[in-house]
């Protein structure tokens, strides 16, 4: 079914870091006593994780957001700041993560593997941090760092959880347009539809499963496995899915018996793929209100369900069964394992330190770790100021401000910070 592409967007936003205190220790006999300012917490995690619970991007679709929580900023005496939460969010296994220029960053394809989507922020240092012998009152502290802010692309292939199967013109597509958000053509004759519909169904928090995916498929008539009809072509989607619902028309007037339909149906199954019998399965009577006794005696087989789509009879229930067994089946799958077949590139986001060459004497310093480096409270403290040049300098901006073809004098720009550059 790989013509069925799920796509959504995640914006997803971790906490920012939390900033460290400037703080004095408070003494009697002392005017300004030892720095105690406690560091700030580290932002939580956006961090996705993979789960049969859910089989589609639909949540997503609704709402694209997802967001964790900010650190705490640092205060006297030391108190570290709590560090924020992280939020995990259930992806279906086999969605496929992107960046916003299409390049894969992350394939889910193992239940429960789990990815940060975006990095909280460190929580800045206290200014006790920053005490030495030689600075025995540092009156700056470190700014927390921003949590990553970042938009990315999900995909997923659709795979059906559920098909229905049954004759043409037994309400299998007015079953999925009750049950999900799938909107197929309904009409009083056979074939109807000609191509699958998937659609997605929600079931209510306590089950074992969010949701999960129900195929609409072309009804099958007898000869279907030697190619009549429409059916041949689409077995293949049956083939696929965890559970089969049997879906057999009750109404009087239809043409074959229960029984006739229900045999004929796993006949055709059987002479496809004979495993495809002992796949999980419902037997469920359509258009019951048509049916006068539920007890009618050429029903002659076992129904698990009777409904009417029309009338909304009996479709709770049969959505509960539907989310059970595919829940089972899910849990039963070995380690969860499917296969997907493009290939995977891992980006990691860019760190450490750009330059870029604006004109001759203006050059401007993006990346990660140049702001970072840069992010003290106090940008005048002449002590903050010598702690970022020796960050600075572990980066290599000098080599890579000569290298960009700056001269003595020129001036640099790291985010809100500016200077005229003296190697
Ligand atoms: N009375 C009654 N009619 C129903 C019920 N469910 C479906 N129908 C009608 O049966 C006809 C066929 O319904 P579809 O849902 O198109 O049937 P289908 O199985 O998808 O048919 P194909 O796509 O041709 O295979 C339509 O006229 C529906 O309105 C029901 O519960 N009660
Ligand atoms: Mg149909």
């Known amino acids: 079914m790989s013509e069925f592409i ?22 009697a006999h002392v005017a300004k006593g030892g720095p105690d300012g406690g560091d700030g917490g580290n932002g ?4 996705l994780k993979a789960s ?12 694209p957001f997802r967001r964790a929580t900010d ?7 030391n108190k570290f700041g709590r560090r924020g939460q992280s939020t995990v969010v259930n992806v279906p296994v086999g969605t496929v993560v992107k960046s916003l220029d299409n390049e894969i960053v992350k394939e889910f394809t193992v239940q429960n ?27 700056f502290a470190e700014q927390g760092e921003m949590g990553e802010d970042i938009w990315y692309n999900l995909e997923l292939k659709l795979m059906a959880d559920v098909a229905l199967v049954g004759f043409p013109n037994v309400g299998k597509s007015t079953l999925i347009s009750v049950v999900s958000n799938a909107k197929p053509k309904i009409a009083d004759y056979p074939f109807t539809t000609l191509r699958p519909n998937l659609g997605v169904v929600k079931v209510s928090d306590n089950a074992a499963i969010n949701e999960f995916v129900v195929a609409d498929i072309p009804g099958l008539i007898e000869g279907a496995a030697d190619g009549k009809g429409l059916g041949f072509k689409f077995l293949r989607h049956i083939e696929r899915a965890l559970v089969l619902v049997f879906l057999i028309d009750l109404s009087l007037s239809c043409e074959k018996s229960p029984e006739d339909q229900l045999q004929i149906l796993k006949e055709e199954l059987k002479n496809y793929r004979p495993e495809l019998l002992e796949r999980p399965a419902v037997v469920v009577g359509s258009k019951s209100e048509l049916s006068p006794d539920s007890k009618y005696p050429t029903k002659g087989i076992n129904l698990d369900f009777e409904i009417s789509a029309v009338a909304g009879l009996g479709i709770n229930p049969l959505i509960y069964k539907m989310a059970d067994l595919v829940g089972d089946q899910k849990n039963s799958l070995e380690g969860g394992k499917i296969t997907i ?28 770790d140049a702001i970072s480096a840069i992010s003290l409270s106090d940008l005048n403290d002449p002590e903050a100021l010598s ?37």
């Open 44 to 47: 939580g995690n956006v961090i």
């Open 71 to 77: 650190g705490v900023h640092g205060s006297s005496k």
């Open 341 to 368: 077949e493009d290939e995977t590139l891992y980006k990691p986001t860019p760190k450490g330190l750009k330059v870029t060459r604006v004109d001759d004497d203006f050059f401007v310093v993006t990346g990660k």
């Open 52 to 63: 049969w619970a859910v089989s589609s991007l639909l949540s997503f679709r609704d709402q």
């Open 113 to 139: 593997d789990t990815w940060v989507a975006a990095h909280g922020g460190r929580g800045g240092f206290g200014n006790a941090r920053f005490l030495t012998n030689q600075r025995r009152a540092p009156g």
């Open 387 to 423: 702690i970022i040049d020796k960050r600075l300098n572990k980066l290599n901006l000098n080599k890579e401000l000569l290298k960009a073809g700056a001269q003595p004098g020129a001036t640099v720009e790291i985010g809100d910070f500016v200077f005229n550059w003296e190697p």
């Open 6 to 27: 799920d796509e959504a967007q995640l914006h997803a936003k971790a906490g920012n870091g939390g900033a460290g205190a400037v703080s004095f220790r408070r003494e």
